[in-house]
């Protein structure tokens, strides 16, 4: 079955710095992904469409030169936190589509992420 | 209105109780649901696509009304295990993804 892999799981990192995360789909392509993001006991919340070769789409209040976007191939999607700051701690999770609509989207395991 | 809406919940129930969840979508030229269950600080997993002439798998049940605009999910003889929050995804066709809030369910027993 389609395998997303999602990296780091987990990552701690001081107020100002920036963070990576990566976001691969492991036995497809993968044109669109899509990042999500959660804080505690709530919804997942769409923060943008990851296109491959073209610019991502953000959703109405995400800052772009925030959460920065990069869909270089296929198979791989990275969001990078820019000057992160302890109100960007959350559950930030990436998913991809196998098959546009008709089989679900399957999602990497996330990546907790503790600014401080 | 919002586009997906479900019961947050809780639903708290005894094992081996039977529940239904429901949730409704705004957008009537949807053409794709499905549900998903995610544990506790884990990622969400497809539990089952909702297909028009419903479907079931082991003790779910899913159903799709599109003239009401709802879908549902039924659990039967509730297992610990089942203990989750059940999310509910409409996928428009040719728009985004659109997730529910999920619908919290505690099995007791």
């Known amino acids: 079955g389609a395998v997303v892999s999602q990296h780091p799981s987990w990552v701690i990192c001081k107020s100002g710095t920036s963070v990576k995360i990566e976001c691969r789909s492991l036995d497809f392509q993968a044109t669109t992904m899509f990042w999500y993001r959660q804080f505690p006991k709530q919804s997942l919340m769409l923060m943008a469409t990851?296109?491959?070769?073209?610019?991502?789409?953000?959703e109405q209040g995400v800052e772009k030169d925030k959460f920065l976007i990069n869909h270089a191939s296929l198979t791989l999607s990275t969001l990078t936190v820019t000057s992160a700051h302890p109100e960007d701690s959350s559950f930030y999770i990436c998913?991809?589509?196998?098959?546009?609509?008709?089989?679900?989207?399957?999602f990497g395991s996330g990546t907790r992420l503790t600014v401080v | 209105r919002k586009e997906v809406e479900q019961d947050p919940g809780p639903f708290n129930v005894p094992e081996g109780a039977t529940v239904a969840f429901n949730c409704t979508y705004s957008n009537s030229a949807s053409q794709s649901f499905f549900w998903y269950r995610q544990d506790c600080r884990k990622e969400p997993k497809l539990l089952m696509s909702?297909?028009?002439s419903g479907n079931e798998d082991g003790r779910f049940t899913a159903q799709l009304n599109r003239a009401s605009q709802y879908i549902s999910l039924l659990i039967r003889d509730s297992k610990l295990s089942d203990s989750a929050t059940y999310l509910c995804?409409?996928?428009?066709?040719?728009?985004?993804?659109?997730f529910g809030a999920g619908t919290r369910l505690f099995v007791k027993a």
């Open positions: 995804v409409v996928n428009p066709s040719g728009f985004k993804t659109i």
């Open positions: 998913s991809a589509e196998e098959d546009r609509g008709l089989y679900g989207y399957t």
């Open positions: 990851s296109n491959e070769g073209s610019k991502a789409t953000y």
């Open positions: 909702v297909y028009s």
